[in-house]
């Protein structure tokens, strides 16, 4: 009982200093003016995945159903929205040229080759992944000419058990084949060393181990992933613990990013336009879900 009682007040604790840190940096954001939010209509309060069309229409995806919407960042409204497949529990959507590909939390691949069609066709491609890999991220890989497909939960195949990394895989469009090999590793206790130094993580960290919780999967959990259209650097959004973190071609971590500011209530999508400005969307919870329009990430 007493070591349940320490455990919530320190959890309260680390919650109400936290909640203070955040309310701080997100004043001094809006009165630097480095971010724009821009509200969605109660049918994608969910948003899960957005990608870009052009620099003024983003297609978006929420994780109930399988429509998708055009938003147009300039008229602040959604001006187009189409059925791609039945309901289900869509992650991220990213384009290459005229098509779009969005995955399913399963692993399944949706191609949506008309997009610009009044009635949207798709093909569906199977995947070695499952639902216990729980997939989030999706981009194209121009460099490779595939998609790569990131893990949440569990890695795949003889990786399953790592506790270490998640993981991310190429899909080859051409021959629908999944490669089994890792193309990217994110280092979870890179990550964890991000968060040294806050006394009041670290005594939630020592206290958590203490009573056996040793889960770096809770340090981080991919939601959505693209690459950055100027540097090529891969950019890894995090859920959990609000975090961006980027990466080069050998999975080194060159930069993390938090997302500080209540806007930021659940990050689920991140996107680029062609100037190379980052977008980050939210689902919503007791408030509409959002996209934020990050001018200076730091």
């Given amino acids: 009982m007493y070591r ?6 320190l959890i309260l604790f680390s919650s109400c200093y936290q909640t203070a840190v955040k309310n701080e940096k997100s004043i001094i954001y809006q009165e630097n003016n480095t971010y724009e939010v821009f509200k969605m209509p109660n049918n994608l309060k969910e948003i899960s995945g957005v990608t870009f069309i052009n620099d003024s229409i ?6 109930e159903t399988g429509t998708l919407y055009f938003y147009n960042l300039n008229q602040k409204a959604v001006v187009r929205k189409g059925t791609f497949a039945e309901d289900g529990d869509y992650e991220d959507i990213t384009r ?12 399944d691949i949706f191609e949506v080759s008309n997009f610009n069609a009044e009635k949207l066709s798709t093909k569906k491609y199977k995947t070695k992944l499952k639902g216990k890999n729980d997939i989030e991220g999706i981009c194209y890989d121009e460099e490779s000419k595939s998609l790569l497909l990131a893990i949440k939960e569990k890695n795949l195949g003889k990786d399953k058990d ?23 590793q994110i280092n979870l206790k890179t990550i964890e060393k991000y968060f040294e130094g806050d006394k009041i993580t670290e005594a939630s960290k020592k206290f958590l181990k203490a009573i056996g919780n040793k889960n770096l999967n809770n340090v981080f959990k991919t939601s959505s992933i693209t ?7 891969l950019y890894v959004l995090s859920s959990i613990n609000k975090i961006i973190i980027v990466m080069d071609k050998e999975s080194n ?8 500011g209540s806007y930021f209530s659940q990050p689920e999508g991140i996107a680029f336009d062609s100037n190379g400005t980052l977008f980050v969307s939210n689902e ?7 996209i934020i329009k990050i001018n200076n990430p730091e």
């Fill in 227 to 233: 690459f950055h259209p100027i540097t090529k650097e």
């Fill in 58 to 63: 983003v297609a978006a995806i929420e994780d």
């Fill in 253 to 260: 971590i060159k930069k993390i990013i938090p997302l500080n």
């Fill in 162 to 184: 790592d506790k270490e990394h998640k993981n991310i895989y190429q899909f080859v469009i051409r021959t629908e084949e999944l490669k089994k090999d890792p193309v990217y």
């Fill in 96 to 107: 290459n040229g005229d098509i779009l590909y969005i995955v399913k939390s399963n692993g």
């Fill in 284 to 290: 919503g919870h007791r408030n509409a879900g959002n």
């Fill in 4 to 9: 349940l009682a320490l455990y919530s007040m």
